[in-house]
């Protein structure tokens, strides 16, 4: 299993590399922050991935941020993120509902053989197993659905503010960024004159 210290070099990786120093604008930048985040909040398991790809080119967001980040939702968060989405939903639409809200105790009850690693990795090709993990969200319902996507929204509007004024301010007040900035430019510099003098 990879330390603490593994996963969080990895992301410091991920942040500067992928994000900060992209040959990207900030704008579809963070517009793919923000689909990876909202898309990691929907209970989408499976197609989570393939849904940022498609939002992505939908939008024109740039898919290498938001990809990763569907990651958020995997067999150890499952009950803290939907768990509280669907109390959201049951709030919401408990008035117009005639069937019994679920405790915390039976949510994690059903949700134990999908968030056992071992069970997810032995079973994740067979039909069953996406079965169980369906029917579990037929359980949840439409509860789950209006939570989901209200958190949804809002995390996704959070992490676009946030991660677009992060990398304008890197981009144009932080000596790393600054550095990075010129050297883009430079080498933008050099492709036009090189294209220009093909032509």
């Known amino acids: 299993m990879m330390s603490l210290r593994k996963i969080l070099v990895g992301v410091q990786r991920f942040v500067i590399y992928r994000i900060l120093h992209a040959d990207d604008t900030p ?36 898919r290498r941020v938001g ?19 669907y109390l959201l939903g049951r709030f919401f639409l408990g008035q117009y509902l005639n069937r019994p809200a679920l405790g915390y105790e039976q949510v994690n009850e059903m ?19 996406w079965h169980e993990a369906l029917s ?20 996704g509007g959070i992490g676009y503010i946030v991660s677009y004024r992060t990398i304008v301010w890197y981009r144009t007040s932080h000596p790393r960024g600054q550095r990075f900035m010129a050297k883009l430019k430079l080498r933008k510099r050099h492709h036009d004159v090189t294209n220009s003098e093909e032509s």
């Open 27 to 62: 704008h579809r930048l963070s517009l793919g922050i923000a689909l990876g985040l909202f898309v990691a909040w929907t209970p989408t398991i499976g197609v989570q991935m393939l849904l940022v790809i498609l939002l992505a080119s939908l939008f024109k967001a740039n």
């Open 67 to 85: 990809v990763p980040l569907v990651w958020i939702s995997n067999p150890l968060t499952f009950v803290p993120i939907y768990y509280p989405s």
């Open 111 to 129: 949700l134990k053989n999908l968030r056992s690693f071992s069970y997810i990795i032995s079973h994740i090709f067979e039909p069953e197993f």
């Open 136 to 155: 579990l969200l037929v359980k949840l319902g439409v509860e789950l659905w209006v939570g989901s996507l209200l958190i949804a929204f809002i995390v």
